[in-house]
């Protein structure tokens, strides 16, 4: 019923940017955690950016200064501004949210998109 669809990933080179998109469909967005996660290969998902009903935002610190979440509701859109990119960087983006309204940002999340992939070379 809740769908999350990613968008905008690509092959950039370090110091590049690039624009994710979440689009959700079969509920608001207005009143829930809203999270942004990655997972490169071989490594565990990581949290990456969060933005909760409060519209109170959460980032993990190497990314700080360099991508930004922020949402639209009018679209039922999340998106994930990704600047200054790294080989690091190097993962599939993942978008989350969660079953219950007025949650903080931690996990668990309930709900989860297909990926999309961003790659950065050096």
């Known amino acids: 019923q809740v769908q999350l669809v990613e968008s905008g990933g690509g092959l950039v080179q370090a110091g590049g940017s690039l624009r994710l998109s979440c689009v959700v469909s079969g509920r608001t967005i207005s009143g829930y955690a809203m999270g942004w996660f990655r997972q490169a290969p071989g490594k565990e998902r990581e949290f990456v950016a969060a933005?909760?009903?409060?519209?109170?935002?959460y980032y993990e610190d190497s990314v700080k200064g360099r991508f930004a979440i922020s949402r639209d509701n009018a679209k039922n859109t999340v998106y994930l501004q990704l600047n200054s990119l790294k080989p690091v960087d190097t993962a599939i983006y993942y978008c989350?949210?969660?079953?219950?309204?007025?949650?903080?940002?931690?996990?668990?999340?309930?709900?989860w998109g297909q990926g999309t992939q961003v790659t950065v070379s050096s």
């Open positions: 933005i909760i009903w409060s519209g109170l935002i």
């Open positions: 989350a949210t969660k079953l219950r309204p007025f949650s903080d940002h931690t996990l668990p999340y309930d709900y």
